[in-house]
Protein backbone atom coordinates (compact mmCIF):
# COMPACT_ATOMS: atom_id res chain seq x y z
CA UNK A 1 0.00 0.00 0.00
CA UNK A 2 1.22 3.55 -1.24
CA UNK A 3 1.65 5.91 1.50
CA UNK A 4 3.40 8.37 4.45
CA UNK A 5 5.59 7.00 7.01
CA UNK A 6 6.73 9.18 9.93
CA UNK A 7 9.33 8.33 12.65
CA UNK A 8 9.46 7.61 15.41
CA UNK A 9 5.71 8.24 16.63
CA UNK A 10 7.97 9.93 19.83
CA UNK A 11 10.49 11.48 20.18
CA UNK A 12 12.29 12.96 23.60
CA UNK A 13 14.75 15.55 23.22
CA UNK A 14 17.38 17.20 25.53
CA UNK A 15 17.53 20.99 25.79
CA UNK A 16 20.13 22.69 23.06
CA UNK A 17 19.98 19.31 21.30
CA UNK A 18 19.29 18.84 17.48
CA UNK A 19 17.10 15.94 16.66
CA UNK A 20 16.02 15.19 13.14
CA UNK A 21 12.31 13.62 12.17
CA UNK A 22 12.35 11.13 9.43
CA UNK A 23 9.32 11.56 6.26
CA UNK A 24 8.99 8.98 3.28
CA UNK A 25 6.66 8.59 0.47
CA UNK A 26 5.90 5.88 -1.51
CA UNK A 27 3.16 7.51 -3.33
CA UNK A 28 5.54 9.64 -6.12
CA UNK A 29 4.38 12.61 -5.27
CA UNK A 30 6.22 15.68 -6.01
CA UNK A 31 5.30 18.04 -3.03
CA UNK A 32 6.16 17.30 0.48
CA UNK A 33 5.21 19.18 3.48
CA UNK A 34 5.75 19.62 7.19
CA UNK A 35 3.03 21.22 9.72
CA UNK A 36 3.40 21.80 13.36
CA UNK A 37 0.11 20.89 15.50
CA UNK A 38 -0.38 22.91 18.86
CA UNK A 39 -3.43 22.46 20.99
CA UNK A 40 -5.99 24.73 19.94
CA UNK A 41 -4.19 25.88 17.34
CA UNK A 42 -4.47 23.74 14.37
CA UNK A 43 -1.75 22.90 11.89
CA UNK A 44 1.37 25.69 10.82
CA UNK A 45 2.96 25.08 7.97
CA UNK A 46 6.82 24.75 8.47
CA UNK A 47 7.98 24.21 5.15
CA UNK A 48 7.26 22.78 1.84
CA UNK A 49 9.15 21.63 -1.28
CA UNK A 50 7.57 21.45 -4.57
CA UNK A 51 10.33 19.21 -6.57
CA UNK A 52 13.87 17.71 -4.99
CA UNK A 53 16.38 19.50 -4.60
CA UNK A 54 14.10 22.95 -3.62
CA UNK A 55 12.14 23.80 -0.43
CA UNK A 56 10.73 27.01 1.03
CA UNK A 57 9.69 28.16 4.02
CA UNK A 58 6.51 28.59 5.58
CA UNK A 59 4.90 30.22 7.90
CA UNK A 60 6.88 28.98 10.88
CA UNK A 61 10.24 28.47 10.05
CA UNK A 62 12.65 29.79 12.50
CA UNK A 63 14.73 27.16 14.10
CA UNK A 64 13.54 24.43 11.90
CA UNK A 65 15.68 23.08 8.73
CA UNK A 66 14.70 20.54 6.02
CA UNK A 67 16.55 18.91 2.72
CA UNK A 68 15.24 17.21 -0.34
CA UNK A 69 17.77 15.19 -1.86
CA UNK A 70 15.54 12.27 -2.90
CA UNK A 71 12.10 12.70 -4.23
CA UNK A 72 10.74 10.14 -1.08
CA UNK A 73 12.37 11.74 1.34
CA UNK A 74 11.71 15.00 2.99
CA UNK A 75 13.09 15.39 6.81
CA UNK A 76 12.44 17.99 8.99
CA UNK A 77 15.53 19.24 11.66
CA UNK A 78 14.44 20.66 14.80
CA UNK A 79 17.51 22.99 16.09
CA UNK A 80 18.48 24.10 19.23
CA UNK A 81 17.07 27.63 18.17
CA UNK A 82 13.64 26.38 18.21
CA UNK A 83 12.25 27.58 21.43
CA UNK A 84 9.54 26.09 21.67
CA UNK A 85 9.80 22.42 20.30
CA UNK A 86 7.40 20.52 22.09
CA UNK A 87 4.55 19.78 19.40
CA UNK A 88 3.22 17.55 17.44
CA UNK A 89 4.43 17.13 14.10
CA UNK A 90 2.53 16.07 10.34
CA UNK A 91 4.59 15.55 7.24
CA UNK A 92 2.48 15.63 4.18
CA UNK A 93 2.64 14.77 0.13
CA UNK A 94 0.28 16.28 -2.71
CA UNK A 95 -0.49 14.55 -5.97
CA UNK A 96 -0.02 17.85 -8.08
CA UNK A 97 -2.17 16.34 -10.97
CA UNK A 98 -5.23 15.09 -8.91
CA UNK A 99 -4.45 17.53 -5.92
CA UNK A 100 -5.06 15.13 -2.78
CA UNK A 101 -3.12 15.32 -0.18
CA UNK A 102 -2.09 12.31 2.05
CA UNK A 103 -0.79 12.67 5.77
CA UNK A 104 1.36 10.76 7.67
CA UNK A 105 0.47 9.82 11.39
CA UNK A 106 2.48 12.20 12.88
CA UNK A 107 5.70 12.51 15.38
CA UNK A 108 5.15 13.52 18.94
CA UNK A 109 8.72 15.63 19.94
CA UNK A 110 8.77 16.27 23.81
CA UNK A 111 11.75 18.65 25.19
CA UNK A 112 12.89 16.78 28.54
CA UNK B 1 -4.78 35.12 0.94
CA UNK B 2 -7.11 32.77 2.78
CA UNK B 3 -8.15 32.26 6.20
CA UNK B 4 -10.12 29.71 7.79
CA UNK B 5 -12.80 30.30 10.87
CA UNK B 6 -14.10 27.24 12.51
CA UNK B 7 -17.00 29.03 15.07
CA UNK B 8 -16.86 26.47 17.63
CA UNK B 9 -13.70 25.08 19.24
CA UNK B 10 -15.97 22.20 21.39
CA UNK B 11 -19.56 20.60 19.96
CA UNK B 12 -21.03 17.83 22.22
CA UNK B 13 -24.05 16.11 20.93
CA UNK B 14 -25.84 12.62 21.55
CA UNK B 15 -25.47 9.58 19.92
CA UNK B 16 -28.09 9.44 16.82
CA UNK B 17 -28.62 12.89 16.32
CA UNK B 18 -27.03 15.24 14.60
CA UNK B 19 -24.16 17.08 14.12
CA UNK B 20 -23.10 20.49 12.55
CA UNK B 21 -19.66 21.56 12.73
CA UNK B 22 -19.27 25.44 11.49
CA UNK B 23 -17.13 26.37 9.30
CA UNK B 24 -16.36 29.95 7.24
CA UNK B 25 -13.60 30.75 4.84
CA UNK B 26 -12.06 33.94 3.03
CA UNK B 27 -9.83 33.37 -0.35
CA UNK B 28 -8.39 35.79 -2.45
CA UNK B 29 -8.88 33.15 -5.43
CA UNK B 30 -11.32 30.86 -6.09
CA UNK B 31 -11.00 28.13 -3.59
CA UNK B 32 -10.36 24.47 -2.87
CA UNK B 33 -11.89 23.35 0.82
CA UNK B 34 -11.64 20.12 2.83
CA UNK B 35 -12.50 18.95 6.06
CA UNK B 36 -10.46 16.21 8.06
CA UNK B 37 -10.47 14.39 10.87
CA UNK B 38 -8.02 13.38 13.48
CA UNK B 39 -8.26 10.76 16.22
CA UNK B 40 -5.96 10.96 18.79
CA UNK B 41 -1.88 10.67 18.24
CA UNK B 42 -3.00 10.15 14.97
CA UNK B 43 -2.26 11.73 11.19
CA UNK B 44 -5.38 13.68 9.71
CA UNK B 45 -7.62 11.81 7.63
CA UNK B 46 -9.52 13.27 4.44
CA UNK B 47 -13.57 13.47 4.97
CA UNK B 48 -14.35 14.97 1.75
CA UNK B 49 -13.39 18.39 -0.53
CA UNK B 50 -14.93 20.52 -2.26
CA UNK B 51 -13.57 21.66 -5.82
CA UNK B 52 -15.70 23.83 -8.04
CA UNK B 53 -17.96 20.85 -8.89
CA UNK B 54 -21.04 20.01 -7.21
CA UNK B 55 -21.89 22.26 -4.33
CA UNK B 56 -23.15 19.52 -1.99
CA UNK B 57 -20.27 17.37 -1.17
CA UNK B 58 -20.52 13.82 -0.05
CA UNK B 59 -17.79 12.36 2.64
CA UNK B 60 -16.73 9.24 3.92
CA UNK B 61 -19.09 8.26 7.47
CA UNK B 62 -21.95 9.72 6.57
CA UNK B 63 -20.52 12.83 6.09
CA UNK B 64 -21.49 16.00 3.95
CA UNK B 65 -20.89 19.70 3.34
CA UNK B 66 -22.68 22.49 1.38
CA UNK B 67 -20.37 24.73 0.05
CA UNK B 68 -22.17 28.59 -0.10
CA UNK B 69 -20.08 31.49 -1.84
CA UNK B 70 -23.24 33.88 -0.75
CA UNK B 71 -22.18 32.93 3.01
CA UNK B 72 -18.31 32.32 2.20
CA UNK B 73 -19.33 29.30 4.45
CA UNK B 74 -18.45 25.18 3.98
CA UNK B 75 -20.55 23.45 6.79
CA UNK B 76 -19.87 19.77 7.97
CA UNK B 77 -22.87 17.48 8.78
CA UNK B 78 -24.08 14.35 9.56
CA UNK B 79 -27.83 12.99 9.90
CA UNK B 80 -26.77 10.72 12.89
CA UNK B 81 -23.86 10.65 15.07
CA UNK B 82 -22.12 7.64 16.25
CA UNK B 83 -19.45 7.13 18.89
CA UNK B 84 -16.65 6.26 16.50
CA UNK B 85 -17.04 10.12 15.06
CA UNK B 86 -16.00 11.83 18.42
CA UNK B 87 -12.50 13.07 17.05
CA UNK B 88 -11.26 16.46 15.93
CA UNK B 89 -12.30 17.89 12.68
CA UNK B 90 -10.49 20.72 10.86
CA UNK B 91 -11.44 22.96 7.84
CA UNK B 92 -8.89 23.64 5.16
CA UNK B 93 -9.10 25.66 2.35
CA UNK B 94 -6.42 25.62 -0.29
CA UNK B 95 -6.06 28.34 -3.37
CA UNK B 96 -4.02 27.37 -6.33
CA UNK B 97 -1.62 29.96 -7.66
CA UNK B 98 0.96 28.86 -10.37
CA UNK B 99 1.85 25.86 -9.10
CA UNK B 100 2.25 26.44 -5.93
CA UNK B 101 -0.70 25.00 -3.16
CA UNK B 102 -0.68 25.61 0.41
CA UNK B 103 -3.04 24.63 3.01
CA UNK B 104 -4.54 26.66 5.72
CA UNK B 105 -6.01 25.33 8.48
CA UNK B 106 -8.67 26.30 11.06
CA UNK B 107 -8.15 25.49 14.62
CA UNK B 108 -9.85 22.62 14.43
CA UNK B 109 -13.40 21.81 16.61
CA UNK B 110 -13.30 18.69 18.77
CA UNK B 111 -17.16 16.81 18.92
CA UNK B 112 -17.60 14.63 21.67
CA UNK B 113 -20.78 12.09 21.17
CA UNK B 114 -22.59 11.17 24.38
CA UNK B 115 -24.69 8.25 24.99
Known amino acids: DGGITQSPKYLFRKEGQNVTLSCEQN?????MYWYRQDPGQGLRLIYY???????QKGDIAEGYSVSREKKESFPLTVTSAQKNPTAFYLC???????????FGSGTRLTVV | AQSVTQLDSHVSVSEGTPVLLRCNYS??????LFWYVQHPNKGLQLLLKYTSAATLVKGINGFEAEFKKSETSFHLTKPSAHMSDAAEYFCVVTASTGTASKLTFGTGTRLQVTL
Open chain 1, 49 to 55: SQIVNDF
Open chain 2, 27 to 32: SSYSPS
Open chain 1, 92 to 102: ASRDTILRGYT
Open chain 1, 27 to 31: LNHDA
